[in-house]
């Protein structure tokens, strides 16, 4: 998810009682919330850094109890004041965990089992930004302030309670379980209108129906048809229908498939991509030579990829460069 999502989920947790675990509870849960994305230090190196190192090792099971201690460290090293080691501990552990479940539902997914298993997991259930949960949490964030400013209108000189916030707190961890419960539901629902569907008269080995942005009701649905997919919107309330699907064809693994797979940005997009869709076509800037491009479906419409991977080959197939890059590549750009 997205950082206004971790942060305001660490404010929620010191809300409803973890603050009160330690001094200095409410930056330990703040930060420990989003400790997770400190990998984006490896943009420095570069998209396909970037792409290697996102969700890697700090957002699996095996990290956790390493960041849950660094939060504490940093936050004590900064304040200059005590903390309550355990309380502190376990208040940034629970945190760091709502991070990694939170990554958990979207389509991006995370590497869970790292070091043992560099496998992907996601559940598909929510966008990386979602406008539902944005929405009820920015209520909940600024409900309890205008609530003390009312109150401090109408009863000036009482003082505001000790557990303000509290119930708005609970509301928005509780929305947040119901809403992906309920996004699970709707989920399966669109992964069974994939399944019972035939696709120019094939029966798809595979389906995906990955989330968007706002509305519930409809998915991206992306059927593997074996030497092509079917891509098209299930859409809960209107129907689906797959004679409507835009057919991607899958191009055959050429010699010049396999020389782009030898470099490292393929390599790495490989790893990352879970619906890999391959273009083979003419390099617009080198005579008799060709262009390959990896991308993953996930993302972005098959015109429009977000992801991708691209080598230039002469016309011996030797890769003259190649790169990766996050939206439409440019033929001239990269190395």
């Known amino acids: ?64 109890p390493v960041m849950a201690l660094l939060t504490v460290l940093a936050v004590r090293l900064v304040a200059r004041k005590p903390v309550n080691w355990t309380g502190a501990f376990f208040a ?19 590497r869970l089992l790292l070091p043992f298993s560099a496998k992907w997991l996601h559940v598909d259930l929510n966008n990386v930004y979602d406008l539902w949960i944005w929405a ?3 209520l909940c964030v600024a409900g309890p302030f205008v609530g ?19 119930a708005s707190a609970w509301f928005a961890l509780l929305f947040l379980l119901f809403y992906d419960c309920g996004r699970g539901v709707l989920h399966a629902r669109a ?21 968007g942005p706002a509305n519930p009701m409809q998915w991206k649905g992306v059927a593997d048809i074996g030497d092509s997919y079917a891509v098209e919107t299930v859409d809960l309330l209107a129907g689906f229908d797959p004679t409507r699907a835009q057919i991607v064809y899958k191009p055959p693994r050429d010699a010049a498939v396999v020389a782009a797979q030898r470099t490292p ?4 997009m490989e790893e ?12 617009p800037d080198v005579p008799g030579g060709r262009m390959v491009e990896l991308s993953d479906l996930r993302f972005g419409p098959p015109n429009q990829p ?21 939206g439409i590549p440019l033929p001239n750009q990269g190395k």
């Open 272 to 283: 990352f991509s879970q619906l890999p869709l391959w273009r083979v076509s003419p390099a």
């Open 306 to 326: 977000a992801f991708v991977a691209t080598a230039v080959l002469d016309s011996q197939l030797h890769v003259v460069r190649s790169w990766f890059q996050y």
């Open 92 to 110: 940034a552990l629970i945190a760091v965990a709502s991070h990694l479940l939170l990554d958990l539902t979207n389509a991006y997914g995370i």
């Open 191 to 211: 992964v069974a209108a994939l399944e019972s569907r035939l696709y120019e008269g094939a029966t798809p080995s595979r389906v995906a129906a990955l989330p």
């Open 1 to 64: 998810m997205d950082p206004l999502t971790h942060t305001a989920t660490g404010l929620f947790l010191g809300r409803i009682g973890l603050k009160r675990w330690t001094p200095l509870a409410t930056p330990i849960l703040l930060l420990a919330a989003n400790a997770p994305d400190i990998d984006i230090v490896t943009a420095s190196g570069g998209p396909l850094s970037y792409l290697h190192y996102h969700r890697h090792l700090t957002h699996s099971l095996a990290a956790m």
């Open 265 to 268: 940005a393929f390599q790495v």
């Open 148 to 166: 003390r400013l009312v109150g401090s209108e109408i009863a000036s000189g009482v003082p505001a309670g000790g557990h303000h916030g509290r």
């Open 136 to 138: 009820i949490f920015l």
